[in-house]
C-alpha cells in the first residue's frame, strides 16, 4: 500500500498537505472544475494529488492537470535562468524589463507541450518582428483608420483643411446597422482577410476545448497579417462611398475581433502607438 507523507518527523507539513488544501479550499468555495499548469517533471505528482483528493470525498476527475515544458530566456542569445535563487532571472524581473503585455502574449504563444524560447530582446522591440507589437500595431492602426473616417485633413504644405469624409453620426449609424451586402464589393480584394475573420469562432470554441491557448496568438498574427496586407494595398478612405462603406465594416470587425481576441489573453489593444 502506498502511503503519501503529510506531515515531517520535526511537525511542519510537507507540500503536498498544502497542496491538498488549496484544492479542497476550491472545491469547497463551489468550483466544479480546476485546471493546473505544472511542470513536466511533476508527472508522477498527479495521482497524489488526485488520490488525495478521493480519500477526502472530492470527485478527482474534476481536476485536471496541464503539463508544461520548460521556458527558456534568452538575452543576446545566451540562455540564462528563471527562478528564485540567486543568478536567475524572476518573474518579476522579467515582466519588468518586457512589461505585462509582451510576457503575457510570449508566455501563451506556444504549445506548453513545447519548449519555449523566450527572446527578452525581440520583445521589447517595436518592430514587426516582435509578434506582439505587430498585433498590437495593427489594432492602433485600423483605430486610427476609423479616427481618419470622421476627421478633417489637413494639407501639411498649404495648410488647408479638408472636410472629414462623414460625421461621427455617420460611422456610428454605419457600423451599428451595418449592411452585409455592402461586403460584397470587397471581396475581390478582401476575400482572405474576410474568411480569417469568419474562422474567430471556431478557433476561440477549439481553444477552450482543447486547452491550447497558443492557438489564438497564431490566429491574431495571421489576422493582423491579412490587414496589414490589404491596408498596403487599398484605401479605405476614397471617393467611392459604398466601396468606403464597406471597408470601413471590414475594418471595425477587424478592431472588434483583434479586441477580444487579445481580452482573452490578457494583453491590451492600444489605440495609439
Not at 56 to 74: A, F, I, R, S, T
Not at 207 to 228: K, P
Request: hydrophobic residues 40%; glycine residues 6%.
Amino acid at each position: 500500500m502506498n502511503r503519501m507523507v503529510l506531515c515531517g518527523l520535526n511537525g511542519s507539513n510537507t507540500y503536498l498537505t498544502a497542496d491538498i488544501a488549496y484544492h479542497a479550499d476550491k472545491f469547497d468555495r463551489g468550483f466544479d472544475r480546476l485546471i493546473d499548469i505544472w511542470g513536466a517533471d511533476h508527472h508522477g505528482y498527479i495521482a497524489r494529488v488526485k488520490a488525495s483528493l478521493q480519500a477526502l470525498g472530492y470527485d478527482p476527475e474534476k481536476l485536471e492537470v496541464l503539463l508544461g515544458q520548460l521556458v527558456n530566456l534568452l538575452i543576446d542569445g545566451n540562455e540564462v535562468r528563471m527562478g528564485k535563487r540567486k543568478n536567475m532571472v524572476t518573474l518579476d524581473d522579467l515582466i519588468e524589463e518586457v512589461g505585462v503585455d509582451a510576457t503575457r502574449y510570449w508566455m501563451c504563444m506556444r504549445n506548453i507541450d513545447i519548449t519555449l524560447d523566450f527572446d527578452i530582446e525581440l520583445a521589447k522591440r517595436s518592430t514587426d518582428e516582435n509578434p506582439v507589437f505587430y498585433v498590437q500595431y495593427a489594432h492602433a492602426r485600423v483605430c486610427s483608420i476609423l479616427r481618419n473616417a470622421v476627421n478633417e485633413k489637413l494639407n501639411p504644405e498649404t495648410g488647408e483643411k479638408s472636410p472629414a469624409p462623414m460625421s461621427e453620426k455617420e460611422l456610428e449609424d454605419l457600423l451599428n446597422n451595418f449592411d452585409k451586402n455592402l461586403i460584397a464589393k470587397t471581396a475581390d480584394t478582401a476575400k482572405s482577410l474576410i474568411l480569417k475573420l469568419e474562422e474567430f469562432k471556431s478557433v476561440i470554441s477549439s481553444s477552450a476545448q482543447n486547452r491550447t491557448v497558443y492557438t489564438i496568438c497564431r490566429y491574431v498574427q495571421e489576422l493582423a497579417q491579412e490587414f496589414h496586407s490589404f491596408y498596403n494595398s487599398n484605401r479605405v478612405i476614397g471617393e467611392d462611398k459604398d466601396l468606403m462603406y464597406a471597408r470601413l465594416g471590414l475594418v471595425a470587425a477587424i478592431k472588434i475581433t483583434l479586441k477580444n481576441a487579445l481580452d482573452i489573453l490578457g494583453v491590451s489593444a492600444p489605440e495609439r502607438m
